[in-house]
């Protein structure tokens, strides 16, 4: 086993431990019922449009997901596009279309390009940019490259999903996160800062607003509770995203969560640090994660939930019967999910 994976299994060994063994006390801040947890749509309705484009978008909100994700990152012009990757190699033809503009590392970078080009490119359902071949990391996905989508603004897709909410009666939240911030800083950037900002513009200036502000960073986590969002006079839901890496295993102990929790008022924890991915049907190993976030009042959505073949771990019998292990046995408030519809109905006939 090489020596990171050791080292990553041993911590989450650990922490597992930890936190099984626990004292914890139920809180009155977290989703109590099916009526109180929520559906995230983890870039749209992704599992059957390609990932952050405003069909994926529309579909997810037609679905009757709680909350629409956004992945944003910065443009060379300091334009707010939605995209997972600060790279636009794995989702769009940027290489067909702009030859000679990749970095020594072979990637096409988003603060290398302008607004005006990146709205050129189109769009497609994510290929493995790993192979160099144009495969689907999803087969049963959209076709690749089979209709014309493009990459969108962050304030387009706020525009689009105030316009349902006006159209609908819904009040239908957003879940922008900040993609990369140290990247970005390194970039001569401040993505935080300006992703803030359009909230702001748009009206999203209070914790009863709906939207939540994620990102992977704790520096930046930091950074938006102390200094961005006094300095711009407003106060959002933030959320601290946790990777698994050996450098954030602080994240997943009862102390680390107390630290976060001073900032936060999330936690978006790979799904595997609360049920380990290694469990099995009759040793359904949970960890205390939920609990630590309860008992410190911050609510729980963890990434990321996906129906198609080889995605349900094999300690769940269907992809509804994870659903209920993480919303009913781990007892999480939320989660994020390609397929929204499926979560949708789930906790409707839990009613
Ligand atoms: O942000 C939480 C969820 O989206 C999982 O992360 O890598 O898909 O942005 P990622
Ligand atoms: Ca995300």
Do not use: C
Not at 67 to 89: F, R
Not at 123 to 150: D, H, I
Not at 165 to 191: Q, R, V, W
Not at 218 to 245: A, C, M, N, W, Y
Request: overall charge negative; cysteine-free.
């Amino acid at each position: 086993m090489p020596a990171n994976l050791l080292t990553r299994t041993i911590l989450g060994a650990i922490a597992m431990t930890l936190v099984a063994s626990a004292v914890l006390t139920p809180s009155s801040t977290h989703a109590q019922s099916a009526a109180d947890k929520v559906v995230v749509a983890h870039r749209g309705a992704s599992g059957y449009l390609p990932e952050h484009t405003l069909p994926a978008k529309a579909m997810a909100y037609a679905m009757g997901a709680h909350y629409v994700e956004q992945d944003v990152v910065m443009t060379q012009d300091d334009q707010l596009i939605v995209l997972h990757d600060t790279t636009l190699d794995r989702t769009t033809d940027v290489a067909e279309k702009f030859p000679g503009r990749a970095r020594a590392d072979g990637s096409h970078y988003v603060v290398d390009f302008t607004l005006a080009e990146i709205m050129t490119l189109r769009v497609t359902e994510g290929f493995n940019v790993e192979t160099g071949e144009k495969q689907l990391n999803y087969p049963n996905r959209f076709p690749m490259f089979a209709s014309s989508f493009r990459i969108n603004t962050l304030a387009e897709e706020i525009e689009m999903i105030q316009g349902l909410n006006h159209s609908t009666g819904k009040n239908i939240g957003i879940y922008p996160e900040i993609k990369s911030p140290a990247f970005h800083l390194s970039e001569g950037k401040d993505l935080g800062r300006a992703v803030v900002s359009v909230l702001k513009q748009y009206g999203y200036t209070s914790k009863d607003d709906l939207a939540y502000v994620q990102t992977f960073e704790f520096e930046e986590l930091k950074r938006l509770h102390d200094e961005i969002l006094p300095e711009l006079g407003v106060e959002l839901r933030l959320v601290q995203l946790l990777d698994g890496g050996d450098e954030n295993a602080w994240m997943q102990t009862a102390d680390g969560v107390a630290q976060i929790a001073q900032y936060a008022d999330g936690l978006g924890p790979e799904k595997g640090m609360i049920i380990d991915r290694d469990s099995t049907k009759n040793n359904l190993r949970i960890s205390g994660l939920v609990g630590f976030a309860h008992n410190n009042g911050l609510q729980v959505h963890p990434y990321t939930f996906r129906a198609d073949e080889g995605q349900v771990p094999a300690y769940a019998d269907s992809f509804e019967h994870m659903l209920e292990l993480f919303y009913f046995t781990a007892d999480v408030d939320g989660l994020f999910t390609d397929f929204p519809d499926r979560a949708v109905d789930y906790l409707r006939g839990r009613q």
